[in-house]
């Protein structure tokens, strides 16, 4: 027998040994891989403590006696189970392998240290190191089976120090400015987030899926959570913010990887969404923070960010009842947010423009019942009635045109909610659009042709729908056209109608006014 054939079998079996260990509780797939890993850098590190680096192995009939000796020396310790796991964690932490107590270890089963004819300690560091840089090595392909495992062993189990003040990662908005008829919603989610007592593992896992019309102040209402003093006493670690948006595939690998890069460590860019999910999953395990997620278009692509361990609590925003439904366990964990109502809707205008509220009262309340209590049109509209009324021309006549034509979608919304949409110059009608977007193109001129409908506010039944529809030119007469109730079933999918009665709908008024801009131009 060989010398090379003599340290390959010894690397062989005291990479068995190491594993003992980890075979009850690691999968198959993962001991495996391990294993090889183990036996390559035993080989390595065996064949250089043995001989010295890059001597000649031909010939060696001596290295027999002294491998059996390294074996009968090293097997017993490296089956010890603290001795494995220490020298694996010190391995994939980074760190040499601390063993103080190695000589009494050493005493117990009999062996002379010095009668190894290589340091001990130093073969134990270089078994440390190589192994980290192969096991890096290999976690970084996405087939590899030891990538969870591997990333929760290189973190420190300790909590992390806690900031002195709650800090929010990712580009989230600004506190809002404006936060009139919201109190009793702010405070229903925060007793949702924050628990009763002090046994927070009442929150485990638990997601919160805000859903509501585009507009309505979603994104507004996770700013505030964001930013509000009782909630960062909670997640003393910090909120984490995501924005998606439609077609956001790409966009939740790079908002995963913002969240990896602040709170652990620079990812690889070949990591793909998988393995970044998997690592937030590690350095969140002890922590305690907020994962806001905003403005969702679809389920799957939420998922990533739902992560966390018993300390962690989730907020989810989006348009759509299926995605709310989707992200959450059950209904009890959707929080439908509603319009304003007149009366939150007046005083959030007279905050804003208190002197035209002052003079002319009936216009706006005529106004906002038009508008249907959308937080961003109503924000919008008092804008432009406080320019209107400074440039000396008639607020009545602004107000009631507000209402009923397409100047109130050309406006921006205000600096602080810019952010609701990605355009360079957004609109409200910016806002509308991305909910419209992700429609097929026969549903998109179908919700256009809604905004035909009459009257406020505006409720059709589906047979109703079906007629306006038929009138539409068709296009490709070869086509197949969905039925009108497919069409209806994909508006209330998207959060653009509402339900209100057996085959009976509701189109928010601005909606509606954004339907037939929409018309106007086709």
């Not at 994939?92 to 089963?109: E, K, N, S, V, Y």
């Not at 939420?302 to 009842?321: E, I, K, N, Y």
């Not at 009366?343 to 959030?348: D, P, R, Y």
Request: glycine share 6%; hydrophobic share 45%; with cysteine.
């Amino acid at each position: 027998m060989d010398a090379v054939t003599v340290i390959a079998s010894l690397a062989g079996r005291l990479a068995g040994q190491m594993l003992l260990s980890k075979l009850k509780t690691w999968r198959r797939p993962e001991v495996v891989e391990l294993r090889k890993i183990i036996e390559s850098v035993l080989h390595e590190v065996l064949t250089e403590h043995l001989i010295g680096e890059g001597a000649d192995l031909q010939g060696r009939a001596d290295l027999i006696d002294r491998a059996q000796h390294v074996e009968s020396a090293l097997s017993p310790l490296l089956a010890r189970t603290d001795v494995a796991e220490r020298l694996l964690d010190a391995a994939l932490a980074g760190t040499a392998p601390a063993f103080d107590d190695l000589d009494g270890l050493l005493r117990d089963q009999r062996t002379d240290r010095r009668s190894l004819g290589f340091d001990l300690d130093d073969f134990l560091s270089d078994v440390a190191a190589r192994l980290r840089t192969k096991v890096l090595a290999a976690v970084k392909r996405s087939s590899s089976a030891l990538f969870h495992h591997v990333v929760i062993g290189t973190l420190d189990s300790r909590l992390p120090t806690v900031p002195a003040e709650t800090r929010v990662t990712g580009l989230a908005l600004p506190p809002p400015q404006h936060f009139v008829g919201r109190e009793a919603d702010a405070d229903h989610l925060r007793a949702r987030l924050i628990p009763p007592s002090d046994d927070d593992t009442l929150r485990l896992q638990v997601v919160t899926a805000v859903q509501g019309l585009p507009g309505v102040g979603k994104s507004t209402m996770a700013a505030f959570l964001a930013h509000d003093g009782e909630i960062g006493r909670a997640f003393p670690h910090g909120i984490l913010w995501a924005n998606l948006g439609p077609g956001a595939k790409e966009q939740t690998r790079v908002e995963l990887a913002r969240w990896v890069r602040a709170l652990d460590q620079e990812p690889d860019p070949s990591w793909p969404v998988a393995h970044l999910s998997s690592r937030l999953a590690a350095v969140l395990r002890h922590r305690r923070m907020l994962l806001i997620v905003d403005d969702v278009f679809a389920a799957d692509e939420a998922a990533p960010f739902l992560v966390g361990g018993q300390h962690c609590a989730h907020v989810v925003t989006t348009r759509q009842p299926t995605v709310a439904r989707g992200v959450a366990s059950g209904q009890h964990q959707v929080y439908p947010l509603k319009v304003l109502t007149p009366q939150s809707s007046f005083a959030l205008v007279e905050l804003l423009a208190p002197e035209v509220t002052a003079s002319h009262p009936e216009e706006v309340r005529a106004l906002v019942k038009r508008l249907d209590g959308l937080p961003l049109v109503l924000q919008v509209a008092a804008n432009l009635l406080v320019g209107y009324m400074g440039a000396g021309l008639s607020v009545q006549s602004l107000a009631d045109a507000l209402g009923r034509d397409a100047q109130l979608l050309a406006q921006a919304p205000p600096p602080t909610l810019a952010g609701l949409v990605n355009e360079t110059s957004p609109t409200v009608a910016a806002v509308f659009s991305r909910s419209v977007s992700v429609l097929d193109a026969v549903s998109q001129l179908r919700f256009a042709y809604l905004g035909s409908f009459g009257g406020e506010p505006r409720i059709f039944t589906l047979d109703q729908a079906a007629a306006e529809w038929a009138a539409i030119p068709a296009t490709d007469a070869d086509a197949a056209m969905p039925q009108p109730e497919d069409t209806v079933r994909e508006l209330v999918t998207r959060g653009l109608l509402e339900t209100v009665g057996p085959e009976t709908y509701r189109l928010h008024a601005v909606l509606a006014l954004y339907a037939h801009w929409l018309l106007g131009n086709l």
